[in-house]
């Protein structure tokens, strides 16, 4: 079955400090893989996607992933962190035709 | 390009009634995807529409829910007789065809509380 584990709950870092937030998944076939980023009370945006090709992947906001199948995992980092960083990350699988997230990773910025 | 647009923005109802949600694409995008997140939890999937036709329902959508996309634009999601259950944070995305190519763009969510 299609999951999307995140061990991470919560993590807090002081600002300017790198950041690596895990993220491993289970799906049968080639995954297509993404992460998404939410403000409080806010929606989604998103921040990178995987699904062929480098498995280093740039995204939006000095973001980046790497995707490691042999880990089953797709892990993101951030090499120093900013305040506005302070949000809920979440992990997510594709199945065609809907999403898979995991259950979030809450980041807290410490000055 | 306006993005994904979701009203209202929060819907405080009492246990009983029912409550309706609409949802604005992007306007070129034909896909439409309903999600549904307690607090948390990540989204969960309730259904999706091709243009007007929806393609893919999800078991958490029960008989009170009903999803409706009638000219392939705008779609609304009706819940009927809502449970202090139903309380969570209801989530529209759109995107084009192949979705997955691409990502989905997400609304702001309506916030429901059933009282």
């Known amino acids: 079955a299609q999951s999307v584990t995140q061990p991470d709950i919560h993590i807090t870092v002081s600002e300017g400090a790198s950041l690596e937030l895990r993220c491993n998944y289970s799906?049968?076939?080639?995954?297509?893989l993404f992460w998404y980023v939410q403000s409080p009370g806010q929606g989604l945006q998103l921040l990178l996607k995987?699904?062929?090709?480098?498995?280093l992947v740039q995204g939006i906001k000095g973001f980046e992933a790497e995707f490691k199948r042999s880990q089953s995992s797709f892990n993101l980092r951030k090499p120093s962190v900013h305040w506005s960083d302070a949000a809920e990350y979440f992990c997510?699988?594709?199945?065609?035709?809907?999403?898979?997230f995991g259950t979030g990773t809450s980041l807290t910025v410490i000055p | 390009d306006t993005g994904v647009s979701q009203n209202p923005r929060h819907k405080i109802t009492k246990r009983g009634q029912n409550v309706t949600f609409r949802c604005d694409p992007i306007?070129?995008?034909?896909?439409l995807y309903w999600y549904r997140q307690t607090l948390g939890q990540g989204p969960e999937f309730l259904t999706y529409?091709?243009?007007?036709?929806?393609?893919?329902k999800s078991r958490l959508l029960s008989d009170r829910f009903s999803a409706e996309r009638p000219k392939g634009s705008f779609s609304t999601l009706e819940i009927q007789r809502t449970e202090q259950g139903d309380s969570a944070m209801y989530l529209c995305a759109s995107s084009p065809t192949g979705g997955r190519n691409y990502g989905y763009t997400f609304g702001s969510g309506t916030r429901l509380t059933v009282v």
């Open positions: 306007s070129e995008h034909n896909r």
């Open positions: 529409f091709q243009n007007e036709a929806q393609l893919e």
């Open positions: 995987y699904f062929s090709g480098d498995t």
């Open positions: 997510a699988v594709d199945n065609v035709n809907q999403f898979y």
């Open positions: 799906y049968g076939a080639t995954p297509y």
